[in-house]
C-alpha cells in the first residue's frame, strides 16, 4: 500500500526542533454519520502494556567508584522515568545492589541480572549465585527479577570461550530450575560481543567473524527460554542490522524471542552538534547529537518489538572515568551530572504514553485487545506502526518513517544533519471517535486534538508519532 518512491532522506537542526510546529499543521476532516456496513477490515491490535513492558535500561550499581555509586539517586531517576526492567550484573550480599534491586520492585521496575562474565578469575558458580539470591530476596526472588542472563560478550575472552560459555549456560539453568524460589523465573541466553579490528589476516571481515562465532557457540535452546544479540546502530537509523544479528543469532537459539539487552546511540558532541569533543578517541565508531538521540529512541524500542524483540538501551548514566577517550562513557540517558538528556525526556512521555499500569506495581491486564477498523493513506516505503489498545479502551496508532537523521564522519570527526521532507498519512476510521495527537520525543502534553474525527493527517518526519483514538 505504501510504496511509492520514498522522499530524500535528513534532517536540518531547525526541523528536529520543530516537531510542535510540525504538529500545528495537523488537519483533521470531519465526515458524515457513520456507514451501516463496515468499510475497512478490523486491523488486530496488541497491548499497550506489553511496549512499554518491552524495555529496559543497563546500569551499573556495581560501578560503586562511579556516578552510579550514588545508588539513591540513580534508583530515583530510574523510577522517574518509568522504566519496567533494567539490566545489572548480580553480586550476592552486596548491600547497595541488594537494596537498590528490591527498590525497584517495590517500584514495579524487575531486573535482568547477568549471572556471567568473561573475567571469571572472581566469577561465583551459578548455584552460589542462586544461593545468594534466595538468601538475599528469599521467596519474593520472582518479583524481583525479570530475567536470569548468560555470560556477556564472552568472544571477548581470549580463553577457549565456547565451551566456557556452554558449560556456564547449562549450569545457569540447572541451578536455576532446583530452586523453587528462582524456578519460574526467564533466562536469556548470552549475547557475542561484534568483532572489531577491520579485516583480520584470514581475510575476514568483522561480519564474518561474528557470524563464525555464532556458529561456533551453537545450540542452546535446552538451556533459555530467549536468545540474546547486542546491536548498536552507531548513527544510522534504530532498524539498522537487527535483522542480520538475529539471522546471525538463530544458528544459537532458533526461533526463540531474542532481547537485545545492549543497543544505544552515544553522543558526546559539541555544542554544535558536529564536532567530536572526546579529544583522545580514536575508535571507529558514530556518534550522533543529543536531539538525534532523542528521535530515535522511541523508534529504537519500536523497531525491535515490531521483530518480537525486547530492548535493554545501553545506559542509564554518562561516566567521567575515561571520559575523553572512551565512548562507553557517553551512552547515557543522562549526562553525568545527573541532568537529564532529551532521550530520556522522550522516553518517560513515549512510556506514560503507552503504558497501561501503576508504576509501582507488577498488575498485568489480561484483557483481549480489540481491532481497529481503520485505514492509513499516504505514506512510502519507510512508513512504520504499531496498533496498541489500553485496557480502558483506547487504541493508540503509532507511527515513525525509518530514516537516518544525521551522518558522522569517522575520518573527520565531525557530523552533520541530514534533510528529512516531512509528508503526510492520513488516518480514516469506520466511526468517528475522539483523537489526540502526540509526539514524545520533542513535545510533552498533546500536539493536536479533535472531539471527533472520522479522518485526520499526520505529518511525519524524524520522530515517532502517537493518536491516541477513543
Known amino acids: ?39 475497512f477490515p478490523a486491523v488486530p491490535a496488541g497491548r499497550a502494556e506489553a511496549l512499554a513492558n518491552a524495555w529496559g535500561v543497563n546500569v551499573h550499581y556495581d560501578f560503586q567508584q562511579s556516578e552510579y555509586g550514588d545508588e ?79 555470560v556477556n560478550e564472552p568472544n571477548n575472552d581470549d580463553i577457549p570461550w565456547v565451551i566456557r560459555t556452554r558449560s556456564m549456560q547449562a549450569e545457569l539453568w540447572r ?32 561480519d564474518e567473524r561474528t557470524r563464525l562465532d555464532y556458529e561456533a557457540l551453537g545450540d542452546l535452546t535446552a538451556y533459555c527460554t530467549r536468545g540474546n544479540i547486542h546491536v548498536y546502530p552507531d548513527d544510522s537509523s534504530p532498524s539498522d542490522e537487527i535483522d542480520k544479528f538475529m539471522g546471525w543469532a538463530s544458528a544459537v537459539y532458533g526461533d526463540l ?49 515490531l521483530r518480537g524483540n525486547r530492548l535493554n538501551t545501553y545506559q542509564l548514566l554518562d561516566q567521567t572515568k575515561n571520559a575523553d577517550s572512551d565512548r ?9 551530572d545527573y541532568t537529564l538528556k532529551p532521550a530520556f525526556n522522550a522516553m518517560r512521555r513515549f512510556l ?53 537523521l544525521y551522518d558522522y564522519d569517522v575520518d573527520k570527526h565531525a557530523g552533520r544533519y541530514l534533510q528529512v521532507n516531512p509528508y503526510a498519512v492520513t488516518v480514516t476510521l469506520d466511526e468517528s471517535a475522539p483523537v489526540t495527537v502526540y509526539r514524545p520525543s520533542t513535545t510533552a502534553g498533546p500536539a493536536a486534538s479533535w472531539g471527533s474525527a472520522r479522518s485526520f493527517d499526520v505529518p511525519l518526519s524524524g520522530g515517532i508519532v502517537v493518536a491516541e483514538i477513543g
Request: overall charge positive; charged content about 20%.
Open 352 to 404: 506514560d504514553l503507552v503504558g497501561d499500569r501503576s508504576p509501582r506495581t507488577f498488575a498485568r491486564t489480561s484483557f483481549r485487545p480489540a481491532g481497529l477498523r481503520h485505514a492509513v493513506a499516504g505514506g512510502t516505503a519507510d512508513y512504520r506502526s504499531l496498533l496498541l489498545q489500553r485496557s480502558t479502551g483506547e487504541h493508540l496508532l503509532v507511527m515513525w518513517r525509518d530514516v537516518k
Open 175 to 206: 541451578a536455576r530450575s532446583a530452586r523453587q524460589e528462582t524456578s519460574s523465573i526467564p533466562v536469556i541466553g548470552p549475547a557475542l560481543a561484534r568483532k572489531v579490528g577491520g579485516m583480520d589476516k584470514y581475510g575476514m571481515t568483522n
Open 1 to 39: 500500500m505504501h510504496r511509492s518512491t520514498a522522499p530524500s532522506t535528513g534532517i536540518t537542526r531547525r526541523s528536529l526542533l520543530a516537531g510542535s510546529a510540525a504538529a500545528a499543521a495537523l488537519s483533521a476532516t470531519r465526515l458524515g454519520r457513520a456507514n451501516a456496513t463496515p468499510r
Open 257 to 305: 524471542r531474542i532481547t537485545c539487552t545492549e543497543g544505544g546511540y552515544w553522543n558526546h558532541l559539541g555544542a554544535d552538534g558536529v564536532s567530536n569533543v572526546i579529544p583522545n578517541y580514536t575508535g571507529g565508531a558514530h556518534a550522533v547529537p543529543e536531539d538525534v538521540a532523542a528521535l530515535y529512541s522511541p523508534r529504537h524500542l519500536c523497531e525491535h518489538f
Open 72 to 150: 539513591q539517586r540513580v534508583t530515583d531517576l530510574l523510577i522517574d522515568l518509568g522504566v519496567r526492567h533494567v539490566r545489572n550484573r548480580y553480586k550476592p550480599g552486596v548491600a547497595a545492589i541488594r537494596d537498590s534491586f528490591q527498590q525497584l520492585a517495590d517500584n514495579g521496575c524487575r531486573v535482568n541480572a547477568i549471572c556471567g562474565v568473561a573475567d571469571s578469575s572472581t566469577q561465583p558458580t551459578m548455584a552460589e549465585l542462586m544461593e545468594g539470591i534466595v538468601a538475599d530476596f528469599g521467596p519474593d526472588a520472582a518479583l524481583v527479577f525479570s530475567a536470569l542472563e548468560g
Open 328 to 336: 562507553g562513557g557517553h551512552f547515557g540517558l543522562v549526562r553525568s
